[in-house]
Protein backbone atom coordinates (compact mmCIF):
# COMPACT_ATOMS: atom_id res chain seq x y z
CA UNK A 1 0.00 0.00 0.00
CA UNK A 2 0.81 3.57 -0.33
CA UNK A 3 -1.08 5.87 1.61
CA UNK A 4 -0.38 9.06 -0.30
CA UNK A 5 -0.49 12.33 1.79
CA UNK A 6 -0.37 15.87 -0.05
CA UNK A 7 1.03 19.15 1.28
CA UNK A 8 1.66 22.23 -0.46
CA UNK A 9 -2.08 24.01 -1.64
CA UNK A 10 -3.56 27.21 -0.52
CA UNK A 11 -4.00 30.52 -2.14
CA UNK A 12 -1.80 32.31 -4.39
CA UNK A 13 -2.24 35.55 -7.10
CA UNK A 14 -2.63 34.56 -10.48
CA UNK A 15 0.68 34.47 -12.44
CA UNK A 16 2.24 33.10 -9.01
CA UNK A 17 3.58 29.40 -8.11
CA UNK A 18 3.23 26.95 -5.78
CA UNK A 19 5.04 23.39 -5.26
CA UNK A 20 2.57 20.61 -4.02
CA UNK A 21 4.19 17.40 -2.52
CA UNK A 22 2.76 13.91 -1.91
CA UNK A 23 4.43 10.83 0.41
CA UNK A 24 3.86 7.76 0.54
CA UNK A 25 4.73 4.94 2.96
CA UNK A 26 6.83 2.75 0.49
CA UNK A 27 8.94 4.14 -1.81
CA UNK A 28 7.94 6.63 -4.48
CA UNK A 29 10.87 5.54 -7.14
CA UNK A 30 9.61 2.01 -7.14
CA UNK A 31 5.70 2.99 -8.23
CA UNK A 32 4.91 1.73 -11.26
CA UNK A 33 2.72 4.65 -12.23
CA UNK A 34 2.18 8.40 -10.21
CA UNK A 35 -0.06 11.46 -10.86
CA UNK A 36 -1.88 14.37 -10.07
CA UNK A 37 -5.73 14.95 -10.49
CA UNK A 38 -7.30 17.95 -9.76
CA UNK A 39 -11.24 18.28 -9.49
CA UNK A 40 -12.57 21.71 -9.68
CA UNK A 41 -16.05 22.70 -8.06
CA UNK A 42 -18.86 21.27 -9.89
CA UNK A 43 -16.51 19.61 -12.61
CA UNK A 44 -14.89 15.86 -13.19
CA UNK A 45 -11.70 14.96 -11.88
CA UNK A 46 -9.03 15.62 -14.32
CA UNK A 47 -5.55 14.08 -14.86
CA UNK A 48 -3.40 16.97 -14.80
CA UNK A 49 0.22 15.38 -14.90
CA UNK A 50 1.26 11.98 -14.55
CA UNK A 51 5.27 10.02 -14.50
CA UNK A 52 5.81 6.54 -15.37
CA UNK A 53 8.29 4.17 -13.16
CA UNK A 54 10.72 4.80 -16.42
CA UNK A 55 10.34 8.74 -15.64
CA UNK A 56 7.85 9.57 -18.90
CA UNK A 57 6.04 12.14 -18.18
CA UNK A 58 3.09 13.66 -19.46
CA UNK A 59 0.58 16.83 -19.19
CA UNK A 60 -2.96 18.13 -19.79
CA UNK A 61 -2.44 20.99 -22.66
CA UNK A 62 -4.04 23.41 -20.62
CA UNK A 63 -0.69 23.06 -17.89
CA UNK A 64 2.09 22.48 -20.02
CA UNK A 65 4.92 24.43 -19.96
CA UNK A 66 3.68 25.79 -16.42
CA UNK A 67 3.97 22.86 -14.42
CA UNK A 68 6.71 20.05 -13.96
CA UNK A 69 6.13 16.79 -12.26
CA UNK A 70 8.90 15.01 -10.62
CA UNK A 71 10.17 12.58 -8.23
CA UNK A 72 12.41 13.83 -5.27
CA UNK A 73 14.20 10.15 -4.31
CA UNK A 74 15.59 11.85 -0.96
CA UNK A 75 12.34 12.79 0.69
CA UNK A 76 10.31 9.84 -0.60
CA UNK A 77 7.99 12.16 -2.92
CA UNK A 78 6.41 12.95 -6.15
CA UNK A 79 5.96 17.01 -6.50
CA UNK A 80 4.37 19.16 -8.66
CA UNK A 81 5.44 22.27 -9.58
CA UNK A 82 2.96 24.90 -10.26
CA UNK A 83 3.56 28.67 -12.16
CA UNK A 84 1.87 31.23 -13.73
CA UNK A 85 -0.84 30.01 -12.15
CA UNK A 86 -4.15 31.21 -13.41
CA UNK A 87 -7.55 31.26 -11.84
CA UNK A 88 -9.00 28.07 -13.62
CA UNK A 89 -6.03 26.12 -11.92
CA UNK A 90 -7.97 26.73 -8.98
CA UNK A 91 -9.17 23.06 -7.33
CA UNK A 92 -8.35 20.37 -5.26
CA UNK A 93 -5.74 18.72 -6.28
CA UNK A 94 -5.09 14.80 -5.72
CA UNK A 95 -1.99 12.97 -6.03
CA UNK A 96 -2.87 8.96 -7.68
CA UNK A 97 -0.51 6.41 -6.98
CA UNK A 98 -0.52 3.06 -8.70
CA UNK A 99 2.14 0.61 -7.51
CA UNK A 100 1.63 -2.44 -10.26
CA UNK A 101 0.05 -2.25 -13.76
CA UNK A 102 -3.15 -4.15 -11.91
CA UNK A 103 -5.52 -0.64 -11.81
CA UNK A 104 -6.71 -2.08 -8.65
CA UNK A 105 -3.58 -1.71 -6.85
CA UNK A 106 -4.27 2.76 -7.04
CA UNK A 107 -4.01 4.57 -4.09
CA UNK A 108 -5.67 8.04 -3.80
CA UNK A 109 -4.40 11.06 -1.29
CA UNK A 110 -7.15 13.00 0.84
CA UNK A 111 -6.30 16.28 -1.82
CA UNK A 112 -5.37 19.64 -0.85
CA UNK A 113 -6.59 22.83 -2.16
CA UNK A 114 -5.28 25.41 -4.40
CA UNK A 115 -6.78 28.84 -4.88
CA UNK A 116 -5.41 31.28 -7.31
CA UNK A 117 -7.48 34.48 -6.51
CA UNK A 118 -6.36 38.33 -6.12
Given at each position: ????????????????????????S??????????????????????????????????????????A???????????????????????????????S??????????????????
Amino acid sequence: QAHPVESGGGLVQPGGSLRLSCAASRSISDTYFSAWYRQAAGKQRELVASITYGGTTNYVDSVKDRFAISIDNTKNTVDLQMSDLKPEDTAVYYCYLQTSPQPADAYWGQGTQVTVSS
